[in-house]
């Protein structure tokens, strides 16, 4: 999985969302996104990414954000940006039977490896 922290933006998880052209599916209580983009017209093929977000500078913990009102907003309470932090992967295929969410997935290689530079490089 390819994984990596874009540093002090002053944007919303909305806004990441669709400068990368992914679209959020879900978000847990934990702060964490869930995010895709399609690369034909059909569900599969997919980049997936889990996407977390804390006050920038606020070192490697993993832990949300006091309020994920920071998080919409993309500021923190100090005026701060924000640190997104990425876990990259593609699936290949849905998973193949009912109540698994097991699949075909890339977890490493050229391919995810081509995808994080282009997220990092339109976000920088």
């Given at each position: 999985m390819a994984d990596f922290t874009i540093k002090n933006l002053q944007k919303s998880i909305a806004e990441v969302s669709r400068e990368i052209g992914y679209l959020i599916i879900d978000a847990?209580?934990?702060?964490?996104?869930?995010?895709v983009r399609k690369l034909a017209g059909?569900?599969?093929?997919?980049?997936?990414?889990?996407?977390?977000?804390?006050p920038a500078g606020r070192g490697s913990s993993m832990a949300p954000t006091s309020s994920r009102v920071h998080d919409l907003v993309g500021t923190s309470p100090s005026g701060q940006g924000q640190d997104f932090i990425f876990s990259l992967h593609l699936d290949q295929k849905q998973p193949?039977?009912?109540g698994s969410h097991a699949h075909s997935g890339e977890y490493f290689g050229p391919v995810v490896e081509t995808e994080a530079d282009r997220i990092k490089e339109i976000l920088k």
């Amino acid at each position: 999985m390819a994984d990596f922290t874009i540093k002090n933006l002053q944007k919303s998880i909305a806004e990441v969302s669709r400068e990368i052209g992914y679209l959020i599916i879900d978000a847990k209580e934990n702060g964490q996104y869930n995010m895709v983009r399609k690369l034909a017209g059909q569900h599969y093929p997919r980049f997936h990414a889990y996407v977390k977000s804390r006050p920038a500078g606020r070192g490697s913990s993993m832990a949300p954000t006091s309020s994920r009102v920071h998080d919409l907003v993309g500021t923190s309470p100090s005026g701060q940006g924000q640190d997104f932090i990425f876990s990259l992967h593609l699936d290949q295929k849905q998973p193949s039977y009912q109540g698994s969410h097991a699949h075909s997935g890339e977890y490493f290689g050229p391919v995810v490896e081509t995808e994080a530079d282009r997220i990092k490089e339109i976000l920088k």
